[in-house]
């Protein structure tokens, strides 16, 4: 089974500064990658995924993340957040073709205005 | 809204007691999940369906946990004789087979499960 951490449990910010959010996961096969966020009082959103192919991904709202397959890494970033990316990230795997997805305890970003 | 809808959302209930819980998936969408997720994790897989078909529950936590979806559209999850550990955000997934494996959960808001 994989298995999934997240480096940071709490990230403060201010607003305009970078945001860098690191995942690491543990399966030599195969996977589908995703982040997940979720806004105070809100459910959990697909913020991006990947499956295949160009190894950096674009989501929402300026989120981006890059696959480094020799790291068994899928790091999120945005270059500068605002106060509304306060939330909950949740960095999940699923091995292709094993539908259920495993999740890092994720990290609560605070955004300072 | 087309989103995944669960039912209810917050239910308190004394240790002992039987409780059952609701999901409606994405409309047509053929695979749904529940998960459990407690203060400080992420969600942990229990169970999926796909249609009608349960095709893993050795995640169910214990034989008090059961799930169903009997017509392949809404799921229920049921906890029989609830202990204080069961307190917990019960969450559901819904999604469509895609291709080479590639395919996409989307959640719903939750039940927020507290056993006195």
């Known amino acids: 089974a994989q298995s999934v951490s997240q480096h940071n449990h709490h990230v403060i910010l201010s607003e305009a500064a970078s945001l860098e959010l690191g995942c690491n996961y543990s399966y030599g096969g195969t996977v589908n990658l995703f982040w997940y966020v979720q806004y105070p009082g809100q459910h959990l959103q697909l913020l991006l995924k990947?499956?295949?192919?160009?190894?950096l991904v674009k989501g929402i709202k300026g989120f981006e993340a890059e696959f480094i397959k020799s790291k068994f890494s899928f790091n999120l970033r945005k270059p500068s957040v605002q106060w509304s990316d306060t939330a909950e990230y949740f960095c999940a795997v699923n091995a292709r073709n094993d539908y259920k997805l495993s999740f890092g305890a994720g990290t609560t970003v605070t955004v300072r205005a | 809204d087309t989103g995944v809808s669960q039912d209810p959302r917050h239910k308190i209930t004394k240790r002992g007691q039987n409780v059952t819980f609701r999901c409606d998936p994405i409309s047509e969408h053929n695979r749904l999940y529940w998960y459990r997720q407690t203060l400080g994790q992420g969600p942990e897989f229990l169970t999926y369906?796909?249609?009608?078909?349960?095709?893993?529950k050795s995640r169910l936590l214990s034989n008090r946990f059961s799930a169903e979806r009997p017509k392949g559209s809404f799921s229920t999850l049921e906890i029989q004789r609830t202990e204080q550990g069961d307190s917990a955000m019960y969450l559901c997934?819904?999604?469509?087979?895609?291709?080479?494996?590639?395919?996409?959960?989307?959640f719903g808001p939750g039940t927020r499960l507290l056993v006195l």
């Open positions: 997934a819904s999604s469509t087979t895609g291709g080479a494996g590639q395919e996409t959960q989307y």
């Open positions: 369906f796909q249609n009608e078909a349960q095709l893993e």
């Open positions: 990947y499956f295949s192919g160009d190894p």
